[in-house]
């Protein structure tokens, strides 16, 4: 499953964003199990689902109004304070845990109301514009250490045994969830010899590294408490940024979980369904204006924004009957898959299974009832059939 990590200081909201995205109703959670561990969750992206285009009688079953949510794997990076990459704090072993992690989520406390540790100063007390460099550098250099450490001995291996430069570095960085193409890529980048480069050029470097396998989105979190400064002079800043309440999304879907609302994750507004207490009925009050000036919460946005913006990835359909949109037990739609764009059919046979992958013959796009092969590039919201000779 695709993971997003969420990181950012102490105190700026992680475990709120956390417990907010991986709350579901149980309309909403088709996967088994939202929580796998303390630091592990179960999230969705939204995405519109095809049966209501399709004009399928009855919807499929498996989305909300039209509104289907397909499982993303989120990680909450605690504990990571600036330095970190020194062993400061928690120190390693927490952006150990970003090795999975596509995309990064960074949480900021856009209230200004904790310095650069985390210490409580008062809202508006601290320039949340700060702490936007930080995590970009704790996870560079992060990468920069892991390369420095064995730089000498990689270079040898270059110079003497020939060996390809994007091959021994990708071999060193495997483990830290860098691939072959971010290598390329960096490598593409950087204008000299990896054998002639300084320290300062290593670090560069490492950075490129970090902009292509950690890409990063920012949550300008608290925005209930933050002067709208705070918000506007982020907005202005050369980065996607959200603007987010987690604990609006919270009470949300606690209150839609208890019955006495009705809201989906990600929408502008909700409706009140059930009897509301005086302390409900103004809390909710104050959540609806913040809808209405933001759009939404934000926490549904920052999650479909790091899956199809920063990573680009597509929503594919896989069925086994084209006419009727179902598997063999006539369940329609049964499946989304997230993936990456310029995915091909045959990727899409793989991702279903391998024996499937191995004896593809062509695939059929439903929706066109349109022969297709194995090179076809997939489209967001393909309805796609496999054939094969087993
Ligand atoms: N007003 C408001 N408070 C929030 C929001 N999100 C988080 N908080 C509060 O900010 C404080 C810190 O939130 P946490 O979610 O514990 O922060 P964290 O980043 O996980 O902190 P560490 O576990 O120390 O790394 C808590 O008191 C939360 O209730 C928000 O959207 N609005």
Not at 77 to 100: C, I, Q, T, Y
Request: charged share 30%; aromatic share 8%.
């Amino acid at each position: 499953m695709l993971s997003i990590g969420l990181a950012g200081k102490p105190n700026a909201g992680k475990s709120t964003f956390f417990k907010a995205a991986t709350l579901a109703d149980v309309e909403i959670a088709n996967y088994p199990f939202t929580t796998i561990d303390a630091n592990h969750g179960v999230s969705y992206v939204r995405v519109k689902c095809p049966c209501v285009e399709l004009g399928i009688e009855g919807g499929c079953g498996r989305c909300i109004n039209g509104s289907r949510f397909v499982p993303v794997e989120l990680i909450d990076v605690a504990g990571l304070v600036p330095d970190a990459h020194l062993g400061r704090g928690l120190g390693n072993e927490f952006l150990d845990s970003l090795r999975l992690a596509e995309v990064v989520i960074h949480v900021l406390d856009a209230s200004g109301s904790t310095d650069a540790e985390g210490n409580p100063v008062g809202i508006g007390n601290y320039d949340p514009l700060k702490d936007v460099e930080f995590l970009k550098r704790e996870i560079s250099m992060w990468l920069f250490g892991i390369l420095e450490r064995n730089w000498t001995k990689l270079m040898r291996q270059y110079t003497s045994e020939k060996a390809k430069p994007e091959q021994i570095i990708y071999e060193q960085l495997g483990g830290a969830g860098v691939s072959d193409k971010d290598v390329r890529w960096a490598l593409s980048r950087m204008d000299s010899d990896p054998a002639t480069w300084s320290e300062d050029d290593l670090r560069r470097f490492a950075e490129l590294l970090r902009q292509s396998s950690k890409p990063m989105i920012i949550a300008a979190n608290k925005i209930d408490l933050a002067p709208r400064e705070n918000i506007r002079r982020l907005m202005e800043l050369d980065e996607i940024v959200v603007p987010v309440s987690g604990a609006a999304e919270i009470a949300l879907r606690m209150a839609d979980k208890a019955g006495v609302i009705r809201y989906l994750p990600g929408d502008p507004d909700f409706e009140i369904v059930g009897e509301l207490n005086r302390a409900q009925k103004a809390g909710l009050d104050k959540i609806r204006v913040l809808l209405k000036e933001y759009g939404s919460t934000g926490v549904q946005e920052c999650i479909n924004r790091a899956v199809f913006d920063l990573l680009d990835y597509i929503t594919v359909y896989p069925v086994e009957d084209e006419n009727k949109f179902t598997d063999r037990d006539g369940v329609v739609l049964p499946d989304a898959f997230l993936m990456k764009r310029g995915s091909t059919a045959r990727d899409l046979a793989y991702r279903v299974h391998t024996e499937l992958g191995e004896s593809f013959l062509f695939a059929i796009d439903a929706r066109r009832k349109l022969r297709v092969g194995e090179k076809y590039e997939l489209k967001d919201g393909d309805v796609i059939k496999i054939v094969a000779t087993k």
